[in-house]
T-cell receptor, first 119, second 112 residues
Framework: GAVVSQHPSWVICKSGTSVKIECRSL??????MFWYRQFPKQSLMLMAT?????????EQGVEKDKFLINHASLTLSTLTVTSAHPEDSSFYIC???????????????FGQGTRLTVV | QQQVKQSPQSLIVQKGGISIINCAYE??????FPWYQQFPGKGPALLIA?????SEKKEGRFTISFNKSAKQFSLHIMDSQPGDSATYFC???????????FGSGTQLTVLP
């Protein structure tokens, strides 16, 4: 089945530095990818929709200058947390949806997630 | 109208028992209802999904029951096992939409 690979799986960074998280679709092309943030024991919160070759669409309340999204190719989207602070510590997950063969629906595949800790 | 309400927040079941998680939605445009399983430190993985043209779908020990008139759907895990201990999320979307609306999650613990 389709696989979405996310890297790194965990990262610790100092406050004020920037961190880049990569999300790759390994065996399919994804014109659209989604970035989620998840706090402990909570649901996934959609941060932004990443569109290949165009600007990302951010959800209300998400700072686009802080969470930079680049989707330069059909298989790679990146999320850069700029000038990270401890409150940015969270679990970040990317996702892509592709048309499930014979089912007529868009099936979502998720990356493994990235645990970001800002110290 | 975009919300999907999920209950219970947490559930403890004995090994071999039945785990039941419920979700309700408002948006009648939703036509795709997946359930995801998430283990700690991992991304969600699709467990089973249903479309509103059927009232039930079964895959192994996992069954989705769907009540279109009540706008509710539920996940039943038969013969629950300790390895099923995880967080379960229901979700919904329209077939053409790329965005999923998630429930708040249910932390399931299956006691050995």
């Amino acid at each position: 089945g389709a696989v979405v690979s996310q890297h790194p799986s965990w990262v610790i960074c100092k406050s004020g530095t920037s961190v880049k998280i990569e999300c790759r679709s390994l065996d399919f092309q994804a014109t659209t990818m989604f970035w989620y943030r998840q706090f402990p024991k909570q649901s996934l919160m959609l941060m932004a929709t990443s569109n290949e070759g165009s600007k990302a669409t951010y959800e209300q309340g998400v700072e686009k200058d802080k969470f930079l999204i680049n989707h330069a190719s059909l298989t790679l989207s990146t999320l850069t947390v700029t000038s990270a602070h401890p409150e940015d510590s969270s679990f970040y997950i990317c996702s892509a949806r592709i048309l499930a063969p014979g089912q007529g629906v868009l099936r979502a595949f998720f990356g493994q997630g990235t645990r970001l800790t800002v110290v | 109208q975009q919300q999907v309400k999920q209950s219970p927040q947490s559930l403890i079941v004995q090994k071999g028992g039945i785990s039941i998680i419920n979700c309700a939605y408002e948006n009648t445009a939703f036509d795709y209802f997946p359930w995801y399983q998430q283990f700690p430190g991992k991304g969600p993985a699709l467990l089973i999904a249903i479309r509103p043209d059927v009232s039930e779908k079964k895959e192994g020990r996992f069954t989705i029951s769907f009540n279109k008139s009540a706008k509710q759907f539920s996940l039943h895990i038969m013969d629950s096992q300790p390895g099923d201990s995880a967080t379960y999320f229901c979700a919904a979307s329209t077939g053409s939409a790329r965005q999923l609306t998630f429930g708040s999650g249910t932390q399931l613990t299956v006691l050995p």
